[in-house]
Antibody, heavy 121, light 107 residues
């Protein structure tokens, strides 16, 4: 089964940082990856990056790679996503998802309920 | 980056209808194509992975086809709970990319 529980709503000022948590339960945390996806108001889904929970290796899109860091704490089965130098267009709902990569299959099968981050002065 | 283009962007249908949503990739992604259902205020749900494999617990009214650059999601026997936004997503190469979404509305 499995479940991902995300941290609460955040309100930040432009230029600040936000760190969202995603606590996994009900499955072996270390054998899957974690992906982060966001949805800005009225927009579609945007992939923000991937982390191997086992190794800590990460992949980020070029547009975010200078501002984003994904980490994890295996002892608490929690993944984190930190986004720095926030701008108004970072206002979005942020989702974590369990990342399954097996052979020629790669998909996101369990999702958190989302964390709303509002960036406003 | 691989661009994913869905059509139509919105679709009106009636309960009981069968609908098909198309997704086209800007280059071949073999079968690294997934479909998600998203309702406002909820987490997205995986429906189909690897173009045509039905995710566990997803009813067989959902089906996916395609390979290379052209893919379809078909939903049979529409029920009220099926009205949502549907996204395709390629996992062939990072950065992973989503289509812009198809909003399925009740006629």
């Amino acid at each position: 089964q499995g479940q991902l529980m995300q941290s609460a709503t955040e309100v930040k000022k432009p230029g600040a940082s936000v760190k969202i948590s995603c606590k996994a339960s009900g499955y072996n945390f270390t054998i899957f990856g974690i992906t982060w996806v966001r949805q800005a108001p009225g927009q579609g889904l945007e992939w923000m990056g991937w982390m191997s929970v086992y190794s800590g290796n990460t992949k980020y899109p070029k547009k975010l790679q200078d501002r984003i860091t994904m980490t994890r704490d295996k002892s608490t089965t929690t993944a984190y996503m930190e986004l720095r130098s926030l701008r108004s267009d970072d206002t979005a709902v942020y989702y974590c998802a369990r990342d399954v990569s097996v052979g020629s299959e790669w998909y996101f099968d369990i999702w958190g309920r989302g964390t709303l981050v509002t960036v406003s002065s | 980056d691989i661009q994913m283009t869905q059509s139509p962007s919105s679709l009106s249908a009636s309960v009981g209808d069968r609908v098909t949503i198309t997704c086209r990739a800007s280059q071949s992604i073999t079968t690294y194509l997934n479909w998600y259902q998203h309702k406002p205020g909820t987490a997205p749900k995986l429906l189909i992975y690897s173009a045509s494999s039905l995710h566990s617990g997803v009813p067989s009214k959902f089906s996916g086809r395609g390979s290379g650059t052209d893919f379809t999601l078909t939903i049979s026997g529409l029920q009220p709970e099926d009205f949502a936004t549907y996204y395709c997503q390629q996992s062939y190469v990072t950065p992973f990319t989503f289509g812009q979404g198809t909003k399925l509305e009740i006629k």
